[in-house]
């Protein structure tokens, strides 16, 4: 192997270090807007269990309250009244839910797009083929013939990750 060669590997490693760092960072920031997210919308479901506790509360007064009430409301007016407090209660909590879930659909749909962005500049980084390529031929005859990793590594002189990689890259292994 020549320093040439050597330079070449040390190159391609040391690209492919970076392209790995920074996919760390990148799924390092998305899982704390994900968290983030996740915190909101917990707080309203918080918020909703509040909000059904009162209602639950208010419910249980206007009962007793129409059962001591000498007007006496009819079945069908506490019923009504009882849907209108619902709604009342629900209604705004119900659009919060909404514009959060519409939000968190926003960031996924980016997301979606930065990670394909992100695949495809990948995927035109030129990667060699293998690291020797009049090896490759040798490599993959001797594996086919049955024999293993490391004596291929020692009768070509290239390590057995080499071997591995040649292997990997030619979808044999």
Known sequence: M????????????????????YLIYYVYTKDTQYNQNLHSIASVVED???EIYYLKKSTKEIQIKSKIDPRGMSDE?????????????????????????????IVDSQIESRVSNLENGVKQISIPSSIHANDDEKVISLYKQGIDL????????????????????????
């Not at 320093?3 to 190159?11: A, Q």
């Not at 009882?82 to 009342?88: A, C, W």
Request: hydrophobic letters at 45%; aromatic letters at 8%.
């Open 77 to 105: 007016e506490i019923y009504q009244e009882i849907e209108r407090s619902v709604y009342d209660l629900v209604h705004p909590l119900s659009q919060a839910l909404k514009q959060v879930q519409e939000s968190v659909e």
């Open 48 to 50: 909703l269990n509040r």
């Open 150 to 173: 490391e004596t291929i590594s020692r009768e070509l002189h290239i390590s057995k990750a080499e071997v591995e990689f040649v292997l990997k890259i030619n979808k044999i292994k």
């Open 2 to 21: 020549t320093y040439s060669d050597l330079f070449h590997l040390e190159y391609v490693v040391v690209a492919m270090s970076a392209i790995i760092l």
